[in-house]
């Protein structure tokens, strides 16, 4: 089994920037791919961005991209997710998460372990 374990998030104003951090144990050799995901209130969880742990592809919601940057360091089982630009519709509960498969990023079912959650919230 895989466990994340996130750190990070926090309290930013708008324009602003964050970094949220995901740190994987256990059977990480079994990991191809690690996403983000995030849940805003009264709302479903979205993917947010993803990454490759072999080839380093990675792969961005149309809201995130271009201030989102997902990034992975293979020797110490971490993957970031920096957040730039912040807006008030990124507040949300952030998620990491590991899948075994290549295929279907976006979908949660995909995935089969998941970070405790980190808070970010942007204030206008």
């Known amino acids: 089994q895989v466990q994340l374990v996130e750190s990070g998030g926090g309290l930013v104003q708008a324009g602003g920037s964050l970094r949220l951090s995901c740190a994987a144990s256990?059977?990480?050799?079994?990991?191809?791919?690690m996403g983000w995901f995030r849940q805003a209130p009264g709302k479903g969880r979205e993917f947010v961005a993803g990454?490759?742990?072999?080839?380093?592809?990675?792969e961005y919601a149309d809201s995130v991209k271009g201030r989102f940057t997902i990034s992975r360091d293979n020797d110490k089982n971490t993957v970031d997710l920096q957040l730039n630009s912040l807006k008030p519709e990124d507040t949300a509960v952030y998620y990491c998460?590991?899948?075994?498969?290549?295929?279907?990023?976006?979908?949660?079912?995909?995935?089969?372990?998941w970070g405790q959650g980190s808070q970010v919230t942007v204030s206008s």
């Open positions: 256990g059977r990480t050799i079994s990991i191809s791919v």
């Open positions: 998460a590991a899948s075994d498969y290549l295929t279907h990023w976006r979908q949660e079912g995909m995935y089969d372990a």
């Open positions: 990454i490759t742990l072999r080839g380093g592809l990675t």
